[in-house]
């Protein structure tokens, strides 16, 4: 796990900062590439999660992708060792700096492609094989625990560790240790393999979900019946549970009316795109329930995924110097969110047991969620304060491009060090909050759930990014001629609008699971 999560944040975590020095990629554009790859990077591992739970395990999914993460960072290591696969290094004066051809361009986003793809099965897979090595569920509890404690240790590491010797010794050796901790994780990964249960896929729940629509759709113009019997229920060992229709979103109903033809004479579905079960039906119901809640995550970390690649285009346009000689490398800054996020958790978990103990009741899980979007606009408004202060000081000493300016990098820490805070409430609560509301039959997908909104924010990041260029000043090439602090006021608009639209959604959500109902308020 560790070596797999090292060499995975290794390459990617300075991405911006080699697009810019050794491609001589705009500095704009470099932070709408790794938009992009990040986006890929949270994405990729829902895919990696359904071939392992439907069709291929969790073992191969893991080997393959692993291995396909170590061809690509051996191309991207090349891309930095070998001078005729990276353009001709910029030169102090007039001439412009000469770009990439296309050549050159492809072989990165291919080794750039290749490096995501390895994600795909080591970043939810691994810890659900994890898991499944236990029976016991506090023993699984206590596996996760580690595991991602593991995966933190592993990003602080790279952060700091690899990030540095990339800016202060060489773009070949960090990718390099990168690809070494890749093949050694995964060399130790495949020597345990003897020891390990195996599951077999048993299929994707989706699927089943898939149907209810068809089916509905066909059965469209059938009566409904007021009768439970008339409708297919979920087979149970002894006696089957009669599960009632609901009236919300009715149409769905039709899925699970069975009509002549629909069933064996052994009372087996017949045809399973024609007659769901009524369980798939209200399994479904649930989903769209959840769905306006769902939706409010993509523009919170929408705004989260451009404020991430502009603070890094900030922190190369000021003074990294910390004393004389060191000096901060821009990639690293991320590594003050880590660290806020991770005493955030100790505090919070810390202060949530006192506040049971006392009240004996507990905040709601929309209520945790809601405190991450406020301070999550409070960071876009901090940043926006900061950034004026950096222009203002740039035009102070009439700095234009990307100069750097003479104001400590260190202003940038403070609204990190809020997003840290904010991810803290926001992250955990939305994960538990799938977990408890979401259906049985997909319940592992809860997490993966949270990646579908932090890949859609990236792709969406990019996308806001591209029509601010387009229609304003405010992002030109060199941000000191621009007008950067603007762009965060619109991004504080956004997830304000969005916050109230969360407020709604949570006010009109009512909890599915029962011992969540007993724990807290039906409202947040």
Known sequence: ??????????????????????FNIKSIDAAQIANIVNGCMALSPILGAILADSYLGSFKVITVSSLVSIVGILALTLTSILDL??????????????????????????SMALSTMGVAGTRFTLATMGADQFTNPKHQRVFL?????????????????????????????????????????????????RYYLLLK???????????????????????????????????????TKLINT?????????????TEGDMNPDGSIKKPWNLCTLQQVEDLKTLIRISPIWST??????????????????????????????????GTMMVFVTISTAISLALIDRFLLTFHKITHTSPTLLKRIGTGHVLTISSMALS????????????????????????????????????????AFMFPGQVMFYYQEFPKSIKSTAAAMVAVIIGIAFYLGTAMVDLIRKTTGWLPDGINDG????????????????????????????????ENKKLNSPNP
């Open 246 to 258: 609901t009236n919300s979103f009715k149409f769905l109903n039709h899925a699970a009316l069975v």
């Open 145 to 193: 625990n580690w595991h991602f404690f593991t995966m933190y240790a592993a990003m602080l590491v790279s952060m700091v560790g690899i990030v540095y010797i990339q800016d202060n010794v060489s773009w070949g050796l960090g990718y390099g240790l990168s690809g070494a901790a890749n093949l050694i994780g995964l060399v130790a990964f495949v020597m345990g393999s």
């Open 384 to 423: 926006a304060l900061v950034e004026s202060k950096r222009l203002a000081a740039a035009r102070t000493h009439k700095l234009t491009g990307n100069s750097i300016v003479p104001m400590s990098v260190f202003w940038i820490v403070p609204q990190l060090l809020v997003v840290g805070v904010g991810e």
């Open 297 to 330: 995550g993509i523009l919170l970390h929408t705004t989260l995924a451009i404020q991430m690649s502009l603070v890094v285009l900030q922190a190369l346009a000021m003074d990294r110097h910390l004393g004389p000689q060191f000096q901060i490398s821009a």
């Open 201 to 239: 896929p048993q299929g994707s729940p989706f699927t089943g979900l898939a149907r209810v629509l068809v089916a509905a759709f066909r059965k469209r113009k059938a009566l409904l019946s007021p009768k439970t019997e008339d409708y297919c229920q979920e087979p149970q060992p002894g006696e």
């Open 85 to 110: 696969m990276r353009p001709t290094p910029c030169k102090h004066g007039p001439s412009p700096c000469e770009g990439p051809s296309k050549a050159q361009t492809g072989i990165l986003y291919i």
């Open 1 to 22: 796990m560790a070596g797999l999560t090292l060499a995975a944040a290794g390459w990617s975590n300075n991405i911006i900062v080699y697009l810019i020095n050794e």
């Open 483 to 514: 007008r950067m602090d603007n762009v965060y006021w619109v991004l504080t608009i956004v997830g304000l609008v969005n916050f109230v639209y969360f407020l709604v959604c949570s006010w009109m959500y009512k909890y599915q699971n029962d």
